[in-house]
């Protein structure tokens, strides 16, 4: 009997790997709220199979935002701390750069989620203090006795939300936006000094 259930198990796995993949998928060409009837046709996952796996929708954004986590840890390298400025700011921005246009259509899903997931939440809650950490680390030689409004300004200026706003609503592309954040920082290094 053993047999039959592990085979049960791994086509349930596979099931919700298929539905998970299929979401962020549809995520990533731009469809900001797959329905469950395109998950299923997607993934070739039923849905009376899809709510077996998944309690709701939210369960299944949530499941898929896990993933995206997990998928995106490759791209989140160790950043220098020490030597020039100049190449301290160039790779954090590249690395944001990287990271934010990897993560970007599922992040506007969970932002979208947040308010009604406490679990969506707190990820991106957990989210912005490894941000935050990332880039204290990185410039704390430039930051150090500047006191907490520059630290606060560089978390912004580095944050997701300002590298959105610079390619949704100011439209630029990922140079132009790339070019933005990095003169920012390097007059808000100037001016703490």
Partial sequence: MEPIADGRVQRR?????????????LLAEGNARPTAQQVSERSGVSMRTIFRLF?????????AIERQAERVMALLVPLVDIGPVA??????????ARVF???TPVRRAAVRLAATSPNIAEGLGLA??????????????????????????VDLVTSWE????????????????????????????????
């Fill in 13 to 25: 796995e596979r099931s919700k790997t298929a539905v998970v993949d299929a979401i962020l998928d």
């Fill in 55 to 63: 309690d709701d929708m939210t369960s299944l954004h949530q499941a």
């Fill in 87 to 96: 190449d301290r700011i160039d790779a954090l921005v590249t690395s944001r």
């Fill in 101 to 103: 246009e990897a993560i």
């Fill in 128 to 153: 912005a203090v490894a941000f935050r950490r990332q880039v204290a680390a990185t410039l704390q030689p430039e930051l150090e006795g500047t006191g907490p409004a520059v630290l606060e300004t």
């Fill in 162 to 193: 300002a590298w959105e706003r610079l390619r949704t609503t100011q439209g630029l592309t990922v140079a132009e936006a790339t070019q933005v954040v990095t003169g920012m920082l390097f007059a808000l290094v100037a001016a703490g000094k």
